[in-house]
Nanobody
Framework: QLVDSGGGLVQAGGSLRLSCAAS????????MGWFRQAPGKEREFVAA????????NYADSVKARFTISRDNAKNTVFLQMNNLKPEDTAVYYC?????????????????WGQGTQVTVSS
């Protein structure tokens, strides 16, 4: 089970930190990621981190602004979002998959959180 949190309303240029807490004893075996879906748009990949945390990947639209990280001792993955823009407004979903490359290349995942709303005002 994945539980997302940390969303909210922020002005453009502000920051938010999303968290995703995972249950179970196999968290460290899974690649973790974040996706987002804006109203009227398809879900899109945002960022991913490999099981050990050695590899990360970002969508071009968030590079240099967002940072994904994980704490395997606490079964938690984070998404630090800086310099937020109105176009970042979306529901953000945590995801877990056995394969880092599948998540990055195919944009799919085995497991999903319930989502947390991020709204950036101009």
């Amino acid at each position: 089970q994945l539980v997302d949190s940390g969303g909210g309303l922020v002005q453009a240029g502000g920051s938010l930190r999303l968290s995703c807490a995972a249950s179970g004893r196999t968290f460290s075996r899974y690649a973790m990621g974040w996706f987002r879906q804006a109203p009227g748009k398809e879900r899109e990949f945002v960022a991913a981190i490999s099981a050990r945390g050695s590899n990360t990947n970002y969508a071009d639209s968030v590079k240099a602004r967002f940072t994904i990280s994980r704490d395997n001792a606490k079964n938690t993955v984070f998404l630090q979002m800086n310099n937020l823009k109105p176009e970042d407004t979306a529901v953000y979903y945590c995801a877990a998959d056995n394969s880092f490359s599948t998540m990055v290349v195919r944009g799919t995942s085995d497991y999903w959180g319930q989502g947390t709303q991020v709204t950036v005002s101009s």
